[in-house]
C-alpha cells in the first residue's frame, strides 16, 4: 500500500470540516443579525446544514489525521501545536453540530446567541489548527 | 417542554461529543500501540534492568550533529519521524540502540557499522535519551 495514502486522504477530507464550520459560523451570525428580514431564515438554514455536514466531516478527516501519525496525538512541535487547537475544535464541532441536530429551529434566541459564540470560538480553534497544520507542511 | 429539549440537546450534544473525542483518542492509543509493537518502542526487559548511558550536554551536541548527519534523513530533522520512525520516547536498551546503528534492519535501515565507532554510537544513544519527555 502507498505509505503516503493517509496523508493523501487527511488532506482531501481536512478542508471540507474547516470551511464548512468557518461558512456555518458566518451563516448564523449574519441569520442572527438580519432575524427579522426574509433571508435571515435562509441564512440559518444554510448555517443549519454546513455546521451539520461539517461535523460530519470531522470524523473522516480526524481518522485520516490519526491514520498519517501511527496515533499520535499530541507529538511534538508544530504536530503538538496542531493537535493542541485540534482536539478540542474536534469536540466543540461534533458538539454544536449534534446540539443543531437536535434543537432544530427551536432554540430561543438566547441559546442561539450562546450558540454563536461557542461556533465562532470552534472556527477560531479549526483556523489554529489549520494554521499549524501548513506549518508542517511548509516544514516538509 | 421547550426546556426539556433544550436540555435533551444539550445532553446529547455532551455525550455525542465526550463519546467521539474518547473514541478518537482510544483509536489513536491503539495505532500508536501496534506501531510501537512493529517500531521497537514497547518496554522491554533489558529497558528496564540494563543501566543508560549517562549523558552530557557536550555528548548530545555531538549526537545530534551525528544524527543530523546520517539519521535525519529518514527520521526528520527533529527526529519525530518521516519513512523512519519516531525516535521520541524510546523504550529499549541502549544495547538495542547500537545494535540497531550497527547492524541496521533488512530492508528498512542500512548498517552503520562503518561509519560509527563505539564512541559515536554512545553520542548517538545520548542524543536519543535526550528526547525522552520523563
Known amino acids: 500500500m502507498d505509505s503516503t495514502i493517509w496523508a493523501k486522504a487527511h488532506g482531501a477530507t481536512t478542508h471540507f470540516p474547516l470551511a464548512l464550520a468557518l461558512c456555518s459560523a458566518a451563516f448564523d451570525a449574519a441569520g442572527f443579525a438580519l432575524a427579522r428580514q426574509p433571508i435571515g431564515g435562509d441564512l440559518r438554514a444554510a448555517g443549519y446544514w454546513t455546521m451539520i455536514i461539517g461535523a460530519m466531516g470531522t470524523v473522516p478527516a480526524v481518522l485520516s489525521g490519526l491514520l498519517m501519525t501511527k496515533g499520535t496525538v499530541l507529538g511534538h512541535d508544530a504536530l503538538r501545536m496542531h493537535h493542541v487547537y485540534v482536539w478540542p475544535a474536534f469536540a466543540l464541532v461534533v458538539a454544536l453540530g449534534t446540539w443543531r441536530l437536535f434543537q432544530g429551529r427551536n432554540a430561543t434566541r438566547q441559546a442561539f446567541a450562546g450558540y454563536l459564540i461557542l461556533a465562532g470560538i470552534a472556527a477560531g480553534l479549526m483556523s489554529a489548527a489549520a494554521y499549524w497544520g501548513g506549518e508542517m507542511m511548509i516544514a516538509r | ?134
Do not use: N
Request: hydrophobic content about 40%; proline content about 5%.
Open chain 2, 1 to 134: 417542554m421547550k426546556l426539556s429539549r433544550g436540555i435533551l440537546s444539550i445532553t446529547a450534544a455532551a455525550v455525542v461529543s465526550g463519546s467521539a473525542l474518547g473514541s478518537a483518542l482510544a483509536f489513536g492509543h491503539w495505532l500508536q500501540e501496534a506501531a510501537a509493537r512493529s517500531s521497537h518502542q514497547r518496554p522491554t526487559v533489558d529497558y528496564w534492568l540494563e543501566p543508560v548511558t549517562p549523558t552530557s550536554p557536550g555528548l548530545i551536541a555531538q549526537g545530534r550533529r551525528l544524527f543530523l548527519d546520517s539519521c535525519a534523513h529518514c527520521h526528520g530533522a527533529d527526529a519525530s519521524g518521516d519513512e523512519g520512525p519516531d525516535l521520541h520516547d524510546l523504550r529499549v536498551s541502549d544495547r538495542y540502540i547500537a545494535h540497531m546503528i550497527v547492524f541496521g534492519e533488512p530492508h528498512q535501515m542500512p548498517s552503520f557499522a562503518k561509519k560509527y565507532g563505539a564512541a559515536d554510537i554512545t553520542a548517538l544513544t545520548s542524543y536519543l535519551r535526550s528526547l525522552e519527555s520523563s
